[in-house]
């Protein structure tokens, strides 16, 4: 069956330190890729997404991912987190239709 | 009112009461979704709509049931749940099912006693 594995249930970072969190999926043929963040208190909002081309991917606030497709990878990263970038992070992974797989989500704390 | 919306955002409930969830999306979507959080677990698809017709079913218990009337509104009926349905429900929308990117709700949090 195909999946969606976050590597990290919680990470605990100091602002300005660079983040990277995992995302691999089970599947192999064409994939779109997703990040979604969901704030505390708000809504899952779309981080950033690859459909094709450049695999590498500029999102909002400053975050890109990589789509490594050797790796069947697609990770998340930030060169210097704020407090502000508290939040759960989600990936997500559709493989054409309207089922889209997510992980079990990443927590992350930015101690300010 | 913009984006997704969804109400109640709150609902306690016995396992003997019938309730309904309401979305509404006002993105000129075609296709809504009911997903299921619930704590360090992935979101769980339960059900998807396409054009007001149902095009997945997630192996959801029938004490759970859509509806659909048109591409805007979204409905989850609720009849004799179990403690364990307890958790957080999301609506979403896209545009169809080529440009998947999905837009939430704030979801309704549902507690079954």
């Known amino acids: 069956a195909q999946s969606v594995s976050q590597h990290n249930h919680h990470v605990i970072l100091s602002e300005a330190a660079s983040l990277e969190l995992g995302c691999n999926y089970s599947y192999g043929g064409t994939v779109n890729l997703f990040w979604y963040v969901q704030y505390p208190g708000q809504h899952l909002q779309l981080l950033l997404k690859y459909f094709s081309g450049d695999p590498l991917v500029k999102g909002i606030k400053g975050f890109e991912a990589e789509f490594i497709k050797s790796k069947f990878s697609f990770n998340l990263r930030k060169p210097s987190v704020q407090w502000s970038d508290t939040a759960e992070y989600f990936c997500a992974v559709n493989t054409g239709g309207f089922k889209t797989i997510f992980g079990a989500g990443t927590r992350l704390f930015v101690k300010a | 009112e913009t984006g997704v919306t969804q109400t109640p955002r709150h609902l306690v409930m016995g396992m003997t009461n019938k309730k309904s969830l309401k979305c509404e999306q006002h993105?000129?979507?075609?296709?809504m979704y009911w997903y299921k959080q619930s704590a360090k677990k992935p979101l769980e698809l339960m059900f998807v709509y396409n054009f007001k017709e149902q095009t997945e079913n997630n192996s959801v218990p029938s004490r759970f049931s859509p509806e659909c009337p048109n591409s805007s509104h979204l409905f989850l009926h609720l009849h004799t749940l179990q403690p364990e349905d307890s958790a957080l429900y999301l609506c979403?929308?896209?545009?169809?099912?080529?440009?998947?990117?999905?837009?939430f709700g704030p979801g309704t949090r549902l507690t079954v006693l």
């Open positions: 979403a929308s896209s545009q169809d099912g080529q440009v998947n990117e999905q837009f």
């Open positions: 993105l000129g979507h075609n296709a």
